[in-house]
């Protein structure tokens, strides 16, 4: 009998036959003692690596003090950090909460709202893209045009149009006057590490401002750094209007964030939306530390250095193995394209102790921690060489 008939846990994941009990920057070590390199990161959410000994420390002390008060009253943490967040980026005000799906849920009807009280109640739409993902809860999961994560939960929500991602033309005929925010990623990440092209964030900008509509960034995988630069959207020149955040935050506790300009936020008044968790002092110290040794001088330089040496390893896989289609890499946000089913290599992989993951069917994606090493790099793909040249 298998581990998944024995537990009382739900299936809602595949999962595979492993279970880690403990972490150290970019290993892990499972039940036997038997060690792995991490290249999968928890999905994004391990930026510093396991058990980084800020975070640690922080947590430690932290928990000791206080761990939870609610937010019927001031939390010092939560004030501290939604100043550093609002001092990296166009927002000025933040709304603390759990997940990157509550933190979507929270920008889906902050931009509702702000359309109702500034004279647009008509206006509710959002328009989403093709391979996106914003969450599972019933209104991120309708805003993700996706069939395999929409599947069995009909009716869905009201108010999502769905365009094809990089396609500012798309976007264009697909506003209406119901039309009240687009909603994006900056780069795919559920849907393959799809990296649009130069200027469409910048034209999507242009387009809002013309329509009067709200950009809503989802920077939940791409954020804190990933990329290399703290946010996605600063590869770019263009500045949202809301950006949601999470995943990468607390460095494992967990957190969400909803963030945004003060002509929008100020629709978010007592009694229009709430959490119980939501950055509480235990998950706020997490993050205040996490934020810490993430803009320490030369920290994401270097993850931009890491994730150019990584791509020329990707690169490298590709010219010697015709079944790979293309390697993507942005800061270390990474993906090999397979012309084949890509999920035995995932399996075989972990089985040789390399940790990565399969999306849409046939693409390998990568998200090592950010303290990764040049030398667990190679040792990563030298492993995922092997893999491929057994597999094809």
Known sequence: MNRASQSAVMSTYGRYPVAFVRGEGCRLWDEAGREYIDFLAGIGVNNLGHCHPSVVKAVQEQSARLIHTSNLYWVPNQEALAEKLTSSCFADQVFFCNSGAEANEAAIKLARKYMRDNGHPGRFEIITTHGGFHGRTLATLTATAQEKVQRGFDPLMPGFRYVPFNDIQAIERAISSYTAAILVEPIQGEGGVVIPDDGYLDALREIADRHELLVILDEVQTGMGRTGRLWGHHWSGMVPDIMTSAKGIASGLPMGACLAKDKVADSFTPGTHGTTFGGNPLSAAAALATFSVMTQEGMLEEVAAKGAYLLARLNRIKDRFK?????????????????????EVVATALSRGLLMSCQMGTILRFLPPLTVTREEIDRAMDLLEGVLNDHF
Do not use: F, I, S, W
Request: charged share 30%; proline share 5%; net charge neutral.
């Open 323 to 343: 079944l790979v289609k293309e390697a993507r890499c942005r800061g270390l946000m990474a993906a090999l394209e397979l012309n084949t089913p890509a999920e």
